[in-house]
């Protein structure tokens, strides 16, 4: 998941994210303003998530630009947790937020190992917590 935090981290100052995970998931909170669920796609493909979005803009008639810094366009591409599954991916739009859920692989490829202690090192301390001596 590092890939995925540092592409985020790498992302203009004007994208403002969150990036969630629970034991069964991951939740990318991405703001999009002025985008609708028809202007929006997320497809995951070869491991990677690419998100490109535009933003509605209507003008009221005898308007114009002058300036405009709010980018019409989002174009991301971003690498996909290697825990995560685009299969049961959901994605939602609601007033300019994206949110975009991405289950994890069941039976992960990691697998917990039990620590214990050495029982010869358990054996060679007596009740004081002293090595034992002979003689």
């Given at each position: 998941m590092s890939a995925l935090r540092d592409a985020l981290r790498d992302l203009s100052d004007a994208a403002f994210f969150d990036l969630l995970e629970s034991d069964d998931s991951y939740l990318l909170v991405l703001d999009v303003p002025g985008v609708a669920a028809e202007t929006i796609d997320v497809?995951?493909?070869?491991g990677r998530i690419r998100i490109e979005a535009r933003r509605q803009k209507d003008l009221p008639g005898e308007y114009h630009y002058l300036e405009e810094n709010r980018p019409l366009f989002l174009d991301v591409d971003l690498p996909l947790p290697d825990d995560a599954t685009e299969s049961n991916a959901e994605a939602s739009v609601d007033r300019g937020v994206l949110e975009l859920t991405l289950p994890k692989r069941e039976g992960s490829d990691r697998t917990p190992i039990d620590v214990v202690s050495d029982p010869e090192d358990s054996a060679a301390e007596d009740v004081d917590g002293?090595?034992?001596e002979d003689g």
């Open positions: 497809v995951v493909e070869d002293d090595a034992d």
